[in-house]
């Protein structure tokens, strides 16, 4: 059983920077595709950002040259740098490993918010 838990949200004013991290069990995370997705009140959840196993990289036009996601395959942990931030990132921040049946966190708020 996979299980993975996020953290480093947490109100910052527009401008500002985040740093989250999301910490996995088990052995199959150096495996997968990692993905960061949030979810602002009222709307459905988006993706933001994911990188592969072998370090491949995409973004959400949204959060290009924002937002950095990376991984540390021996800490089993998946990071996502966040800069310039805006109102509109205010979300509750999700990661998820794409293998098998999928795995989600149970997420972490950011709020920008002056």
């Known amino acids: 059983q996979v299980q993975l838990v996020e953290s480093g949200g947490g109100l910052v004013q527009p401008g500002g920077s985040l740093t989250l991290s999301c910490a996995a069990s088990?052995?199959?995370?150096?495996?997968?595709?990692m993905g960061w997705y949030r979810q602002a009140p009222g709307k459905q959840r988006e993706w933001v950002a994911f990188i592969s196993n072998t370090g491949n990289t995409d973004y959400a036009d949204s959060v290009k040259g924002r937002f950095t996601i990376s991984r540390a395959n021996g800490k089993n942990t998946v990071y996502l740098q966040m800069n310039s931030l805006k109102p509109e990132d205010t979300a509750v921040y999700y990661c998820?490993?794409?293998?098998?049946?999928?795995?989600w966190g149970q997420g972490t708020q950011v709020t920008v918010s002056s």
């Open positions: 998820h490993l794409q293998l098998g049946p999928g795995y």
């Open positions: 088990g052995s199959i995370f150096s495996i997968g595709t």
